[in-house]
């Protein structure tokens, strides 16, 4: 026992000592970054969770009124979650467009207590074939003449087959020119009061502003068009046949969406010819053809691979602003969302397959337009954190998807 011990300490005694070395440059690097990151994270986390808006926030008092373009009186909009009566109502507006308006007048007048409580005032609208929502920043400029196509072909619609109601919500957000008195100026030249115009106290982006349109519809299909009218509106007809078929029963109600897509412009020759000849000037296509520029097919290759990463990448064009969404998909989507900047299509059509809607994509008309609000480097990045906060939010269950059955 002894001679074991004694060979132990005399091996411990030969093992030469281990140098004592500096702190090596990975740790005194990397010491610092780890207690920054730890702030970073935690602020990343309070933008990603807790800076975002409720599902979705509620308009303001005077944003739930609008003022009707030929008798100027001031009226409640009707909400999208209450149930319009298909009385005898619906059948007066299929003989005569201004007879919905005007009954609906009359009521008030009459001191109808639930056309007056705001959200629930929908009992006295009629029922209609399709709304339109065009969410409009200081879009002054562009708005008439995309009022003036859709209006005209709705109204030669309206003409020929008397059932094809509809109207258009015009949805101001928050402009510091006169879009709202433009839009109502559209309205009263056309004699029409199928317009109405939401006006909203303050900015909350593409997506609120579509929201808010969509909350307010009395329509059986509800499409958003972007006001440049890049889109050619006849390409209704177009979401609506592609709607019909893959349309599925919820509750009794078709239930599905058909999203404008501008997919299958992007390995078209005019893309890349769209703004330059050879020469470097400027060559207009021929009406007609497809125009899209190099610079906006870029970006969106680029943000399809960001979207496949993250496991969005099941619909080819997300961003096109022109989609139609039946009545029931509406009110089963439109009270789950929170985004309100551009990104809010993700939202939307993440919605749309958890809450077992339907989409399809359909081929549409599209050419660019001047005068966009969109700054494709700024916007991009914040289009990059807000699809992010939608991923995280809904891992971590902050955003819960509520469910009416």
Same mark, same amino acid.
């Given at each position: ?41 935690? $602020? ?42 298909? =009385?005898?109502?619906?059948?007066? /507006? ?80 928050? =402009? ?5 008195? /433009? ?31 969509? $909350?307010?519809?009395?329509? &059986? ?20 046949? &592609? ?71 099941? /619909? ?38 958890? $809450? ?25 990045? &914040? ?23």
């Amino acid at each position: 026992m002894d001679e074991a011990v004694a060979d132990h300490l005399a091996g411990m005694a030969a093992t030469p000592a281990v140098e004592s070395r500096p702190p090596t440059l990975l740790f005194l690097f990397g010491l610092p970054v780890t207690l920054l990151a730890f702030p970073v994270a935690l $602020l990343l986390i309070a933008r990603l969770v807790v800076m975002t808006p409720s599902a979705p926030r509620k308009p303001r008092p005077s944003e739930r009124l609008y003022t009707h373009p030929l008798t100027g009186e001031r009226l409640p909009f009707p909400s999208l979650l209450a149930t319009p009566q298909a =009385s005898g109502a619906a059948a007066a /507006v299929a003989k005569d467009p201004a007879a919905g308006a005007t009954e609906g007048i009359r009521k008030r007048k009459g001191g109808s207590k639930k056309a007056s409580s705001g959200d629930d005032a929908a009992a006295d609208d009629a029922p209609i074939d399709l709304t339109l929502v065009v969410p409009a920043f200081n879009e002054s400029q562009r708005l008439p003449p995309m009022l003036a196509e859709a209006l005209e072909f709705l109204e030669a619609r309206r003409a020929r087959d008397s059932t094809r109601t509809f109207e258009v919500i015009v949805v101001d957000d928050g =402009s510091s020119d006169d879009t709202s008195a /433009v839009a109502l100026r559209c309205a009263r030249d056309r004699a029409s009061p199928d317009v109405r115009v939401m006006t909203l106290e303050r900015n909350r982006g593409k997506g609120g502003a579509v929201t808010q349109g969509f $909350l307010c519809a009395r329509g &059986k299909n509800i499409l958003f068009a972007d006001a440049d009218g890049a889109t050619k509106f006849s390409c209704v007809e177009d979401l609506e046949k &592609k709607l019909a078929d893959v349309a599925t029963t919820s509750r009794g109600l078709p239930c599905g969406i058909a999203v404008g897509s501008r997919a299958h412009m992007v390995n078209s020759e005019a893309v890349v010819k769209s703004r330059f000849g050879a020469d470097a000037t400027h060559v207009p296509l021929p009406v007609g053809i497809p125009q899209r520029s190099f610079i906006r097919n870029f970006l969106m290759h680029g943000f399809h691979m960001y979207l496949y990463l993250l496991g969005v990448g099941w /619909v080819r064009d997300t961003q096109c602003g022109f989609k139609l969404l039946s009545r029931r998909a509406a009110t089963m989507i439109m009270p789950n969302m929170h985004v309100e900047g551009w990104i809010f299509d993700i939202e939307l059509l993440l919605l749309a397959r958890w $809450l077992g809607a339907p989409v399809v994509e359909v081929p549409v008309s599209w050419h660019e337009v001047e005068g966009s609000k969109m700054s494709l480097g700024r916007d991009s990045i &914040k289009m990059a954190i807000d699809l992010l906060t939608i991923r995280v939010n809904y891992l971590l269950d902050v955003w819960i998807v509520k469910r009416d059955e």
